[in-house]
């Protein structure tokens, strides 16, 4: 029922504004064994009833039914296959070189597109062509209820200088404002794409934040729409489903989110730099302690390793500056509790 289910978004008119020809876009689905949710996405990208649509699987050779379900619609696609791959990134950077639309995005196969999203997306693109990046409004829904009170997440204040700065250090610079976004509600111009460079099949978790980092690095500018253009599927299972200071893959996390930071640091003052990696060094130092506390002493040695890493000779420092921060703000704590 629902979405994408039952109905369809209309068929678009013959031009945009009456003027324009649509202009091509191509979205690419990287899948692996996501059969459970694999026709839904499908489904919601080929029932948008936009006119110049390029569609992309590439799965990577799964065992469960995601290639019965591609044969089912595979008349409507442009391209599929099915073969084994380095994993996510490596399909998306498969796919992206096939791409032939003037715009290019990508939903993965456990996410949907909303109906009318690529309208939207073309339209901000005949009307702001040179900006690179479109960014929606994207819909964070708990698995099997589509359709019921979503968590809405609207992207803004996405430059080079806020993205670098990596969230919470909200205290590194005067001029920093946190950026909120979510990459199912990215789009960008596949010439801005190719001038950035491809998508690095190296990272397993922050492709997206490199991909984006070199986007604004090489003058892709966002154009903001209030429109939703995806629905981003929560699940236990899904891959960025509980990336916690104990998860298995979290070393992985933060390793590859510090190293594509650590290319631009320089271009910060020295007090920036420093608060950025203070910053890293609480999350690692919180992560040595839970996976101990978790029973997990190789995770909470990695996450120590990763903890030495960024911080270098200032490990020490910046440990005593945790615990004493946590100390003190313990203190305060109780000091409110009693006088209450």
Partial sequence: MGWPWAGETPRLPASVFGRHPWPRISIVTPSYNQGAFLEETIRSVLLQGYPSLEYIVIDGGSSD????????????????????????????????????????????????????????VAEAYVQNPFFGIYAGVVEN?????LGEDHEIIRQQNITFDNLLRLGSAS??????????????GIFFSADLYRRSGEINPNYFYRMDYDLLLRMLENGGRVIYLNQTLAYFRKYPQSKMGGVYENHPHFVRYMGEKYEIASRYLDRLSEEDRARIRLEYLKVLWRGTYLNLVHGQPARAATCLSLGLRVGGLDAHGALFLIVGHRIFRRLAHLLRSWRS
């Fill in 65 to 120: 039914d995601s290639v019965r379900i591609i044969r089912k619609y595979e008349r409507w696609l442009d391209y599929w296959v099915s073969e084994s791959d380095r994993g996510q990134a490596d399909a998306l950077r498969k796919g992206f070189r096939r791409a032939q639309g003037e715009l290019i995005g990508w939903i993965n196969s456990d996410d949907l597109l909303a109906p009318n999203a690529l309208r939207a």
């Fill in 171 to 184: 205290s590194v610079a005067e001029t920093y404002v946190e950026p909120t976004w979510h990459q199912p």
């Fill in 141 to 145: 829904f708990e698995d099997g209820h």
